[in-house]
């Protein structure tokens, strides 16, 4: 997408013209402008090139009295289900604009694009190429938010190779009907070329060896960077005095390979010259996040590994990892061809791994404003370009932790995780608990079983909203990495979180309506058990099943609501009124909840919560 189209033109407009308008903004471009009559084509030198362009140019400038237009240049045949939307208001919810976009057909596909400007730019892929025409046709220049929308083709790659995309390919796999109203994130369907550089490879070398990889005046690292098209850093400063140093390569998958071997080749040339070791390994550092689904259940992964490149691999214990240093050392041992080939394996299941996470998490981090999800250690620091960054604005919807100067509400919430994993949930001598309540800044405490065979048990979680989404977040990343469920298999726990029972109602709303809103938002099953004795506080249970983000923005919609009732009664509500509603909320309970029971099946669960959770109802 380096091609650009520029319309809108004069006729007197000449490619000198065009050159003074790059050159001014300091817009980098290609070849030489062919200008026709009325627009103009040019080349850039990379997508993000382009897009500074657009973003600089498209309706900005104006030349010879019109404001040009500056969109990419695609040819007809390419001009097909793909489209790009740009200047969108940066705090806009994902829900407003999904709503808007629906309004021209079944939006197979909707990811952001990292750009540099204020407003933000998403790239949208329809069912069919009428509803890509007809959304080009209504929303270019469709004012949003005093924001006139732009809009444009994009190439389309799978028509361009002739191939045809069925409706479902675009989304991500374990979506149906009750899927939140985005069907596609970053990583969804195939995966896109520039994806695989979000995360880099990591290398760890002998500190002795680091001299020679980089060479006289670095002339060896230049050719190793030129060779492979990658950019290399060497952490020379990390760890002073230690006897093993990283390397960082960014690059294609390719490319980072290269660079791999070419490493590994001077290594052992220095090896053997200065006659130190007789036999260099690879080590490569993963974050720990990704590295249970590199190992496989029962290790059947790693074993593939080692058997399919005749190596011996070996991975660094859990007991090394720290807050501070959450990689682990994969270290492979063999001849240096079967050693590369190892390195391709195992770093093709790290970014499948990242790329599914990051998929999960832009899937829904726009749903949850307010989060700084990079600071939330749940991925690389390398990584988290790839997220989204929190929106902006200042209004109320997306500052949910509080406004100015309070302090953020203390919640508690029960989730339930499978009775055999809470040994790796506290860890030795309880050391990992500990950890975990510090990194978060939560209480977490293990409820004592319900009964000898209980089945699940009830991790409680006490503090602010952030502190539980890194609590939860950690420990759906726990589960995940100790192998108690498959490596196909998403996590999906039970969690329960207390209302008042005067606002439970509210939760189900009218014939369940807003319980079901939620399900079909979140992804996740919402349920308000029938037939529940109020606490001692006068609270019920609200029962959230899903995933990780599911879970998370179901709870946050909740504590929306539960924030709605209570500042309606610090406005001075009359008494009556409230007792009226308490009435009529205990006359339409137990038809409302039925109505919920029966509004949607529950999504499939884990044979071992399904039991535990029968028996608590």
């Not at 063999?334 to 832009?362: H, L």
């Amino acid at each position: 997408m380096n091609k650009l189209y520029i319309g809108n033109l004069s006729e007197n407009v000449t490619p000198e013209d065009l050159e003074k308008v790059f050159q001014d903004s300091k817009i980098s471009f290609t070849g030489q402008f062919l200008v026709k009559t009325g627009y103009a084509f040019v080349d850039c030198p990379d997508d993000q090139w382009a897009m500074k362009a657009i973003e600089a140019f498209s309706g900005n400038v104006e030349l010879h009295g019109k404001r040009i237009e500056v969109e990419h240049s695609v040819p007809k045949k390419q001009r097909t289900r793909k489209i790009q939307i740009r200047n969108i208001p940066p705090h806009l919810q994902w829900e407003v604009l999904d709503g808007l976009l629906a309004q021209y057909g079944t939006v197979e596909n909707c990811e952001q694009v990292n750009t540099d400007s204020e407003t933000a730019v998403v790239n949208v892929t329809y069912e069919t190429r009428d509803q890509a025409r007809q959304a080009i046709q209504k929303l270019n220049g469709y004012q949003f938010e005093n924001n006139s929308l732009q809009v444009s083709y994009i190439p389309d790659d799978q028509s361009a190779q002739g191939g045809q995309q069925g409706p479902d390919n675009g989304r991500r796999a374990g979506y149906g009907s009750r899927g939140p109203p985005r069907q596609g994130s970053p990583g969804a369907g195939a995966p896109h070329k520039h994806q695989h550089a979000d995360i880099p490879l990591r290398l760890l070398v002998p500190t002795q060896y680091v001299g020679a990889i980089i060479g006289k005046e670095g002339a060896t690292i230049r050719n190793i960077t030129k060779q492979t098209q990658s950019k290399i850093d060497v952490h020379r400063k990390e760890n002073a005095g230690a006897a093993e140093k990283p390397i960082s390569v960014h690059s294609t998958p390719e490319g980072c390979s290269a660079a791999c071997k070419m490493v590994l080749e001077i290594m052992h040339q220095e090896a053997k010259d200065t006659k130190t070791a007789e036999e260099v390994p690879l080590k490569i550092l993963a974050h720990n996040n990704f590295v249970g689904r590199l190992i496989g259940k029962e290790g059947r992964n790693l074993k593939k590994v080692e058997q399919d490149t005749d190596t011996k691999i070996t991975i660094s214990p859990l007991q090394d990892l720290t807050l501070y240093n959450p990689e682990r050392t994969i270290t492979v041992k063999g001849p240096i061809e079967a050693c590369c080939q190892a390195e391709e394996e195992i770093m093709k299941k790290v970014r499948e791994a990242y790329e599914n996470d990051i998929a999960a998490m832009n899937l829904q981090a726009h749903l949850i404003p307010g989060l700084n999800l990079n600071a939330l250690g749940l991925f690389p620091p390398s990584a988290t370009s790839g997220v989204p960054p929190p929106p902006q604005g200042n209004s109320a919807a997306a500052a949910p932790y509080g406004s100015f100067g309070q302090t953020p509400e203390q919640e508690t919430v029960h989730v339930f995780i499978p009775a055999q994993a809470v040994g790796a949930i506290i860890g030795k001598k309880g050391q990992h608990i500990k950890q975990l309540s510090r990194f978060a800044g939560a209480s977490i405490k293990i409820a004592p079983p319900e009964a000898p065979d209980s089945k699940v048990r009830m991790v409680i979680i006490s503090g602010p909203p952030e502190a539980q989404f890194k609590a939860q977040g950690r420990l759906y990343g726990k589960l995940k990495e100790e192998n108690f469920f498959g490596p196909k298999e998403e996590v999906k726990l039970e969690t329960h979180i207390k209302v008042a029972a005067s606002a439970a109602g509210r939760v189900i709303g009218k014939g369940g309506k807003t319980v079901n809103e939620l399900q079909n938002l979140t992804a996740a099953e919402v349920v308000v058990p029938r037939e529940q004795t109020p606490d001692e506080n006068e609270q019920v249970i609200v029962k959230i099943i899903g995933h990780f983000y599911a879970s998370q923005l179901a709870q946050r919609k909740i504590r929306d609501i539960l924030a709605q009732v209570k500042q309606q009664q610090k406005g001075g509500f009359h008494q009556h009124h409230q007792h009226s509603q308490q009435i009529q909320h205990s006359q339409q309970q137990p038809e409302e909840e039925e109505a919920v029971s029966q509004s949607q099946p529950p999504p499939p669960q884990p044979q071992q919560l399904e039991q535990q959770a029968g028996r608590r109802k």
